[in-house]
């Protein structure tokens, strides 16, 4: 049976349900979003006079809570405009309406009897063939359907979002005892496909797959921190993006999360795990039980492990709890010349053999919580997974690790992870000493460009299923590769498809970056029928190399840096004057001359999650490679009979001007960054390298032919610039903005408007690259341009100066 979800009913609006009816809204699906009727009027509707019969009133809660979750930051939705996707109603009135949906989920409070009371309900309206899910975190999916018809038994099971929905990827798909085997290989394939998550089908076992290791990693480091007498800081400096975790680390992703969400979990895994060979570490120490009985539970109560006050002055500080004498004290810097050692080391998975191998306090910390780990993730198997990958999987998806368990203990070697647990008084489970003395000493291996791991029942590397879907750069790249420098890598990704990806830091784009990409360009105009530029890393591009750019400000080179940025601009004339098409695939922060990359491309195939914009201003200049003139083109290109030109022109400025950066792929179409008809979004990041093939095979088979340089570009002159001034000026006046502020906004307005042109006339591209480019370097001889670069490389902020 071949189905389709057109329509989707959620059921409770809380925080997880409305970000879950968002994430649907945000990939074309319409929502309905139901909750319960208010009991009571709140002092507002007294004051109005209004009834409990009152449709407004009836709809309060869930029109409510949607209201606060559009609201919220980060957004749980990709562009404002998808929430008119989402209709609400209540489950009195409106609960008739499931019959129409080809999706019922169930997000209500976590408790069976409810849970039941409003499956029965449901099925009253619900028409056979329609899937049910429970978004439960930990009730056994087993209990839930029990007196329901078999139809229901066979269409539900359990699909666990983690929140926030739309940011955090894993979607584990627990099978009820008569699920139909259809249901999930269909759940599977939609969850990666449509939603772009990582499906994993888990087990009916407390907790499943994500949480139950990652509320035992939490709880392991939360006993480890008393006995090695460590800080809160100390903790979540090693528990943070030095091992590939988020930033927030441990103890602050505990105070987002919400302490009680943590003790909910682990009361429920000791409760239920009898079995359990680390039962006793999900007890809660007694630092945490105070915490509980003080209602310290993080963002939510004002405080947690973390606690925001204000000084005598005004001035924000963030105190830490002290977890010998439980009173908030000043941060503590936290250093450990293991992590000294690191620096070097840019790829996370090369540093953990460093770390663990500290002669320090950290080294010793790393040693105990790995081997724990190891020890404790070799027992799951098979009780909540029988194949290892899925424990990796869902660690990465859930919980934002950037290697799961299972890769971390390859990354150390399998003797050294044997060591760690044995050290610990931990023994592994017999299958990995089964796989050594098989002689077998990794979990993962890579052949012909997939991943195979340890299949524990056939005793041998399985391919991992799924990945055709899927070009994985790190498979490929020694065994494709093309072309290398010191700041790229050109891959062969087959079909008469090459792609060029950046290794520089933060993959800022710098003179080596450059001469790659045209290297890349002249392979493939020679051997190849398409180019993309894309990676895999945390970020497609932060821009240019703004160290280079300060180096060569500060010594006066002023003759190499105009090479410098000529070269720039020519190798972005190239991506768009190539003969072959060329494709930007951007993710993540994709910033300045990232951005400029991309806008310079034949199309764009976007991640959803991308952050892209011309944020040049905030370093004392104006984009450089291109930006300036492209924006002053599209908005040349947009010019339609009867416009006020102006103010088209005007929209393009501000984009530059006010360094917008769009919050998803959707947004930067408003923003006159990708272009509508030509770019396209991708939800799964993960597909993003093969969509973008797809695509360049496409224009290549369609007949590509080089385009004509343009040189009709059309520019206002006097007249822009004029309108331009007198606002700069205004905005000073208004201490709006600062005078260097006003010196770059008139510099861009001098590129936008052609100059000061007497009247509107028809440029070329390279005309506007040459103005684009001398007011480039006039800013760079600026003092407080300098100042600006410099606390930019210092700190990672802008400084308005």
């Known amino acids: 049976m071949k189905r389709h979800i057109n329509k989707v009913a959620v059921i409770g609006s809380g925080i997880m349900g409305s970000g879950i009816a968002c994430h649907f809204a945000n990939i074309g699906v319409e929502v309905l979003l139901l909750d319960i009727v208010p009991r ?77 009371q409003v499956f029965e309900n449901l099925e009253k309206y619900r028409k056979e063939g329609t899937l049910i899910t429970s978004n439960t975190s930990g009730i056994p999916i087993k209990f839930m359907s029990d007196g329901r018809s078999d139809d229901f038994k066979e269409h539900f099971c359990g699909t666990h979002f983690f929140n926030p929905a739309r940011y955090l990827k894993l979607f584990e798909i627990i099978p009820g005892p008569e699920t139909s085997p259809e249901v999930l290989d269909f759940l599977n394939s939609y969850g990666e496909q449509y939603l772009g998550k990582t499906s994993v089908i888990a087990k009916d076992t407390p907790a499943f797959i994500g949480n139950r290791i990652g509320i035992f990693s939490i709880q392991s480091l939360f006993h480890m921190v008393k006995d090695m007498g460590m800080t809160v800081e100390e903790v979540d400096k090693l528990t943070g993006p030095v091992i590939g975790r988020p930033k927030s680390a ?75 004498t439980m009173e908030y004290r000043s941060k503590k810097s936290a250093k450990f010349a293991t992590l000294e050692l690191t620096k070097t080391i840019d790829k996370v998975v090369d540093r953990f053999s460093v770390l663990t191998a500290g002669k320090d306090k950290a080294g010793e910390f790393y040693r105990k919580s790995f081997g724990a780990l190891f020890a404790y993730v070799s027992h799951r198997i098979p009780e909540i997974s029988d194949e290892l990958y899925k424990i990796d999987d869902a660690m990465k998806a859930g919980f934002g690790w950037e290697h799961g368990p299972f890769q971390i203990w390859d990354a150390v070697g399998l003797d050294k992870g044997l060591e760690f647990a044995k050290a610990e008084g931990l023994e592994v489970s017999s299958w990995v000493t089964k796989m050594k003395e098989a002689g077998i000493e990794t979990f993962y291996s890579v052949k012909d460009g997939a991943t195979y791991f ?12 799924g990945q055709d879907a899927f070009i994985i750069l790190d498979n490929i790249r020694k065994s494709n590769e093309v072309f290398k420098n010191s700041g790229v890598v050109v891959e062969d990704l087959g079909d008469g498809i090459l792609n ?46 703004i160290g280079m750019i300060f180096m060569m400000a500060v010594e006066q080179e002023y003759d190499e840096l105009n090479m410098a940025i000529k070269m720039f601009q020519d190798s972005m004339m190239r991506m768009r004057y190539s003969s072959i098409p060329t494709i930007s695939a951007p993710h993540g922060m994709c910033l300045g001359g990232g951005c400029e990359l991309s806008m310079h491309a034949d199309k764009v195939v976007a991640a959803a999650e991308t952050y892209i914009g011309l944020v ?87 007949g590509y032919t080089k385009p004509p340089k343009r040189k009709d570009v059309k520019v206002l002159g006097k007249q822009a610039l004029g309108m331009f001034l007198v606002g700069t000026d205004s905005m000073e006046a208004g201490h709006y903005i600062s005078e260097h502020d006003k010196k770059i906004a008139d510099k861009l307005a001098y590129v936008m408007a052609g100059g000061d042109l007497s009247e509107a006339s028809y440029v070329s591209e390279q005309y506007l690259l040459d103005l684009e480019r001398e007011a480039f370097l006039s800013l760079c001889t600026e003092r407080k341009t300098l100042e600006r670069i410099q606390h930019m490389l210092k700190t990672g902020k802008p400084l308005r100066n």
């Open 40 to 116: 009571e009027l709140n002092d507002k509707e007294k004051a109005k006079g209004l009834t409990l019969s009152d449709k407004i009133v009836r709809n309060r809660i869930v029109n409510d809570s949607l209201a606060a979750a559009l609201k919220s930051k980060p957004s749980p939705i990709y562009h404002q405009k998808f929430a008119n996707r989402i209709t609400t109603g209540n489950l009195e009135d409106d609960i008739s309406k499931v019959g129409k949906v080809d999706w019922i989920i169930e997000v209500v409070v976590e408790r069976l009897d409810i849970k039941k």
């Open 616 to 702: 040049e201003f905030g370093v004392g200049v104006i984009p450089g490679g291109g930006g300036s003139k492209e924006m002053a083109l599209r908005a040349s290109d947009t010019f339609r009979k009867n416009d006020v030109e102006l103010n088209v022109l005007q929209e393009y400025f501000l984009t530059i001007g006010m360094a917008k950066v769009s919050t998803s792929a959707y947004e930067a179409f408003d923003l006159g960054i990708l272009q509508k008809g030509k770019d396209v979004v991708v939800v799964n990041k993960d597909r993003q390298i093969a969509t973008a093939k797809a695509h360049a095979r496409l224009m290549a088979e369609a």
């Open 454 to 465: 340890y299949d524990i029942p056939k005793k041998a590397m399985e391919k991992i299923p």
């Open 250 to 324: 441990t103890f602050r992703t505990v105070d987002v999360v919400g302490l009680d969400t943590l003790v909910h979990v682990a009361n429920g895994i000791h409760e239920n795990c009898k079995d359990d060979e680390r039962l006793e570490l999900f007890k809660l120490p007694d630092f945490i039980n105070t915490m509980m009985e003080n209602k310290w539970l993080g963002s939510k109560s004002g405080q947690g492990f973390y606690k925001k006050v204000k000084d005598d002055k005004g001035k924000s500080e963030i105190l830490t709890l002290d977890l010998e």
């Open 500 to 545: 060029v990806e950046f290794q520089s830091k933060m993959n800022t784009i710098g003179g080596d970056v450059l001469s790659g990409l045209n290297k890349a360009i002249d392979i493939a105009e020679k051997d190849f029928q398409g180019l993309i530029v894309g990676n895999q890393a945390a970020n497609f591009s932060v821009g240019a190399n």
